[in-house]
T-cell receptor
Framework: QKEVEQDPGPLSVPEGAIVSLNCTYS??????FMWYRQYSRKGPELLMY????GNKEDGRFTAQVDKSSKYISLFIRDSQPSDSATYLC???????????FGAGTRLAVHP | GAVVSQHPSRVICKSGTSVKIECRSL??????MFWYRQFPKQSLMLMAT?????????EQGVEKDKFLINHASLTLSTLTVTSAHPEDSSFYIC????????????FGQGTRLTVV
């Protein structure tokens, strides 16, 4: 079983839609959860990170962690074509706090 | 967020030659740097973790003699792909984490390596 599972998509939505991106993880010891956005042929950029359970909101983006079900989500409200990218969830693991990534979900927001 | 500069962004080399990729943290001191490899439409696979002044820790299945990592200063790490072969063609990305930052890691722009 992979440590972090993420549906690779692709996910196609119309502009203005609410997007829900999800990941599951296997180790209940994970405490930090990240969401990165990656445009084609670019390095990932950190969108948000959360510690333990709960919600965190930043503009149109909301990150949610449910530790009881080992489920992490990213919601994008009022999606824009500029949101079209690959979204990667990640957990922090190990002594060096290395990041373990999900497969990434490719999102396309069409006008 | 903090800035991590990776160079070159693209490189084409002949089979059998070596290629060096640089990763610099521009506005912070990076105690830990990570090197990833990414194949098209796939996720990032961690290759190795390096701490300044120490030997890199390689992930299982990554050849340390082929992918040489040096982290000689708090702002620079290098990855050298030795005796490159076409199967080494990939997108290589570094990330860096600063002192006092347990979680946030900032990524470089990546290097597209093509071995012909």
């Amino acid at each position: 079983q992979k440590e972090v599972e993420q549906d690779p998509g692709p996910l196609s939505v119309p502009e203005g839609a609410i997007v829900s991106l999800n990941c599951t993880y296997s180790n209940s010891a994970f405490q930090y959860f990240m969401w990165y956005r990656q445009y084609s042929r670019k390095g990932p950029e950190l969108l948000m990170y959360t510690y333990s359970s709960g919600n965190k909101e930043d503009g149109r983006f909301t990150a949610q962690v449910d530790k009881s079900s080992k489920y992490i989500s990213l919601f994008i409200r009022d999606s824009q074509p500029s949101d079209s990218a690959t979204y990667l969830c990640a957990v922090v693991s190990g002594g060096y706090n290395k990041l373990i990534f999900g497969a990434g979900t490719r999102l396309a927001v069409h006008p | 967020g903090a800035v991590v500069s990776q160079h070159p962004s693209r490189v084409i080399c002949k089979s059998g030659t070596s290629v060096k990729i640089e990763c610099r943290s521009l506005d912070f001191q990076a105690t830990t740097m990570f090197w990833y490899r990414q194949f098209p439409k796939q996720s990032l696979m961690l290759m190795a973790t390096s701490n300044e002044g120490s030997k890199a820790t390689y992930e299982q299945g990554v050849e340390k003699d082929k992918f040489l990592i040096n982290h000689a200063s708090l702002t620079l790490s290098t990855l050298t792909v030795t005796s490159a072969h076409p199967e080494d063609s990939s997108f290589y990305i570094c990330s860096a984490r600063g002192t006092g930052t347990a979680t946030e890691a900032f990524f470089g722009q990546g290097t597209r390596l093509t071995v012909v």
